[in-house]
């Protein structure tokens, strides 16, 4: 019996050893609570639209003999300067300053001769702006270019026309068709000169049917291209652009300069704008176009 309860005793105390030496699982780790957890990525940000360029329209008026130089100006700018739209109006200088002091449309004005644009500018004296007119914006006034007046034959020159000095006999003579512009367009202003100049009376030769005229320097120079007179005065740039012959040039003495000054109005919606494409005008690209046709900066 004693025996029995020995084996039990040391039986037991063999299972209480076993259970001591088994080792406990280890516990799981927590996540550390500092931890932040993973965020999504962020999607791309859409890529911005390009500003759209804002339209601006410019409307210049410019006397007629500018025609040619200025559309190509024109071109050259609006490919430069997207957004900007140029929009020209051509025909005699005192047919425009009309329009401008009828409250016309007009942002930079151009003309052909000092008279017309002294006429809008409230700077000039009662002499030289009679009717008090304001449309020039102070300060932005400048002499643009410089012309010549010329005399100019048709082709094959039938009349053998070759200066004044044998256009006054002529007319002595009642044996030629002339061309000149209105009294109201500066042509016509700068030939009255000449014919003054010459002591011959306008009056007199128009009323021996010695005399055409036209009202801007356009219809001049397709009267001679024609051949429907002997002769007649337009620019020089008009007659280079046309093929015409130039047989003699007017001197100071006779008409004096011919000065083409410009202005931004003080009507203009677009100022600036108008501002900076006169800054243009007086730079190098567009000097190139104009002196190409005869135009001289002005001295």
């Known amino acids: 019996m004693k025996k029995i309860l020995a084996l039990l005793l040391a039986l037991a105390m063999l299972l209480a050893l076993a259970a001591c030496g088994r080792s406990a699982a280890p516990a799981a780790t927590p996540p550390a609570a500092d931890q932040p957890a993973e965020q999504p990525a962020e999607a791309p940000a859409p890529a911005e ?178 051949g429907s007179v002997d002769c007649g005065v337009v620019y020089a740039t008009d007659a280079f652009s046309a093929g015409l012959t130039i047989v003699d040039t007017a001197t100071k003495d006779m008409c004096g300069q011919v000065i083409y000054p410009a202005a931004v109005l003080n009507v203009s919606k677009n100022p600036e704008a108008a501002k900076a494409f006169l800054d243009y005008l007086q730079g190098p690209e567009a000097a190139a176009v104009f002196e190409s046709v005869g135009f001289s900066p002005a001295s």
């Open 49 to 226: 639209e390009p500003a759209s360029v804002k339209e601006v329209e410019l409307i210049v008026f410019a006397a007629a003999s500018m025609t040619e130089t200025m559309t190509e100006i024109k071109a050259l700018y609006e490919a430069a300067n997207p957004g900007v739209i140029i929009t020209c109006n051509f025909d005699s200088s005192g047919t425009l300053k009309t329009q401008i002091q009828e409250n016309a449309e007009c942002d930079l004005f151009i003309s052909a001769a000092p008279k017309q644009m002294n006429a809008l500018d409230s700077s000039c004296d009662s002499e030289k702006n009679p009717d008090g007119l304001d449309f020039v914006l102070q300060g932005s006034r400048v002499n643009l270019l410089e012309n010549k007046v010329a005399l100019v034959v048709p082709d094959g020159n039938p009349k053998g026309v070759e200066s004044f000095d044998q256009l006054v006999e002529l007319f002595k003579a009642g044996d030629v068709l002339f061309a000149m512009g209105n009294s109201d367009v500066p042509v016509g202003q700068y030939t009255q000169k000449i014919l003054a100049f010459f002591e011959l009376s306008e009056e007199d030769l128009a009323a021996k049917k010695l005399i055409t005229y036209g009202s801007n320097v356009k219809e001049v120079t397709t009267q001679v291209k024609e």
